[in-house]
């Protein structure tokens, strides 16, 4: 036992954790290999749905490739968050509309939205809710596709839009009737538009991309 | 080596005190295979019996889609780091023996996470954070301490199988209750009649709470009557 | 023979105080606001209540036969858990919610924590609590009282405005967030101290809700401690807001009548089971029980808090009880 105390420390550190260290190597090198596989079929499945949201938007489009550099948006409190705009286009290659990432604070957690709107940036196309994780029965009313809620953004003006809880759902304007019973989530998209719509038109304007 | 072998003699010390279940002990001397299994189902059910996991079978049991998931990335974890584990008992530095199975756990999980996220990329959103927090979940690492790192592979194949299949059971039935309750459907198909209103309680944080209870009470009762 | 005899320590009074002689003293207490209810909701409120009184009979029957414990429907809480739930629901609420409610009520709230005298929270509030969750939508419908005429303001968020009608607190919230007039809640006062206005069953007569705690306290079912710090607290906290901007928060007198206040001081919160037992406990939970109640319906997103301000505050009861242990006369007992 005494040998052992004069034994070289590093010695001793190998001949303890020699596993250890195998195995760590070795398990890097499955990830390693795996993820290496793997990682351009994730990467397609997010341009996957993020396509199938837009697309089921911009009924025309084709495709979308990113357009200009990306704007960096002023959500407040002095944070900002970074969209890059897509340009959505169809089988010839005409531009048929521009759709964007972006997101919210909703009632439980962050509401992230895939907003598409028509060539000139003047109307909104609708959007899509890409994750969210509002309460079932009533905030979750915003992911319903063509539900009463996201239907009213078809066709809306870019403009600052305006919840209110009375009126006309079918008619379409800037005005937005909530949800009954999830106020807060109604309230939280039609202020996430509010955030980025208009600063977004500002930047794609200044990079000649309107 | 007067520092090692303390820690030699005071982690076994430790090993016998993690046996708490009868359950448990019982299986490292009874080798019968059926039985080994069975055991994950009913007597050492690791969420009836034993109360772990918690978190996932409280987070993601709203639907039977997810729950389902769950329990077979957990199967596949345990099978993982039990087979790992077991292969390499001989060599486990006692005092070392934790971090060879985080180490064994994590990697599996993170295969697990990579595979949903390029192939059901819809489940792998829906479950969030809650697969790659298997890492923590208390069942694997129990039971690559109470079961692999003592018992050979074949033991330790069964007893992967036998829990997970108990996991993923359980998960199920209290996402069939409560997924029944909050839509009106099972997996995505309607069952109730169109004239049931969805109990909305049933798919939050709420459901999950009393839906477990009332599981746990029904099979304390059961159990106590058949034993 | 011994059961005859019962040993207690001094003092001996003779009174007979049974649960049973409590609750039915609740039971008439609540006898005015039923009456209210049915006047104003007409066969709506007659059925709710039935149902839900039934319901909750049938629960604790079932219970008590499956733990295979003495018959307890005699004890007559199960009525007053039926009653409070009734009159917490809305008029136009589907008979198989409220049965479902009463159900929660008697068997998770009540029976699984081990029956009368060992649940934590109150039966009724924590039903309705699991109804709201459940069915936001058909416990936020609010009917219009019979004997309303059409004359009086509707806020709607359909065109059916004579169906539904928001209650003087949703006009409050309103008034709050800019969407309405304070004048328009204000106003709304009288209404709400004789109950011609929508709400939840129980709780719009102010004035039978006065009638029957004052009955309570008179015959001594309860101390006026809990009342008073529930009213004195939310009064202080309500007028303190209209003082500062009586032009966004409306009239702390329409807080007081309006919604559950009064329902909630005199036969909620001085539920004996889940209210601690000590004076001093009853000024903090009363006291509590009020300011959480402004504080939801003044800066919270829902425009009544009594349902949310009782759980809380039962849940913190037991920590009330532990605060304020009573010292025996003499002193506290030197521990060695």
Known sequence: ?210 | MVLGSGFYVLSFHENDKLNISKGLNKMSKDVSLGKTFFAGIWDSNPVLRLLLGMCPTLAVTAAVKPALTMGLSVVFVLLFSNIVVSLLRHQLKPHLRILMFTLTIATAVTIADLYLKAFMPEMSASLGPYIPLIIVNCIIIGRAEACASKNGLIVSIIDALGMGAGFTITLCVLAAIREVLATGNIFEITVMPGSFTPWAAMGMPVGAFITLGLILGAVNIISKKTA | MLSKITVSPAPHISQKLSTQRVMGDVIIGLLPAMAAAIWFFRLQAALVILTCVTACMASEWICGVIRKKENSLWDLSAVVAGLILAFSLPPAIPLWAAVIGSAFAIVICKMLFGGLGANIFNPAMAARAFLTASFGMLMTTWTVPATVDSAMPHISATNTATVTQATPLAWAKSAIKGKAEVTEANGLLKNTFWGNVGGCLGETSSLALLIGGVYLLIRRTITFHIPAAVLIAAGVFAAVFYFVNPDKYSDPLLHLFGGGMLICAFFIATDPVTAPLSIKGMWIFGAGAGALIMLIRLAGEYPEGVMYAILIMNAVTPLIDRACKLVPAGGKPHVQ
Not at chain 1, 105 to 132: H, N, Q, R
């Open chain 1, 1 to 210: 036992m005494s040998n052992n105390e004069t034994k070289n420390p590093i010695l001793f550190f190998m001949q303890e954790s020699w596993l250890l260290l195998v195995s760590a190597i070795l398990f890097g090198c499955l990830l390693a290999c795996l993820s290496a596989a793997w990682q351009p079929k994730i990467i397609q499945n997010e341009i996957d749905k993020f396509n199938a949201l837009a697309g089921g938007l911009l009924s025309e489009a084709k495709g979308f490739q990113n357009a200009g550099e990306s704007i960096s948006v002023d959500i407040g409190k002095g944070k900002t968050y970074s969209v890059r705009v897509k340009k959505g286009t169809d089988a010839a290659g005409n531009l048929v509309g521009w759709a964007f990432v972006c997101e919210g604070s909703g009632f439980a957690d962050k509401i992230k939205l895939v907003v598409a709107t028509d060539a000139a940036f003047e109307k909104l196309a609708g959007f899509g809710v890409l994750s969210s994780n509002e309460t079932p029965g009533f905030g979750d009313k915003i992911t319903i596709k063509d539900g009463f809620y996201q239907s009213q953004f078809k066709g809306a003006p870019v403009t600052e839009l305006e919840l209110t809880k009375v009126g006309d759902a079918e008619t379409i304007d800037s005005r937005i009737v909530a949800i009954s019973g999830a106020t807060v989530t109604s309230e939280a998209v039609v202020k996430t538009f509010n955030t980025f719509l208009l600063p977004i038109k500002e930047a794609m304007a200044e990079q000649g991309l309107l």
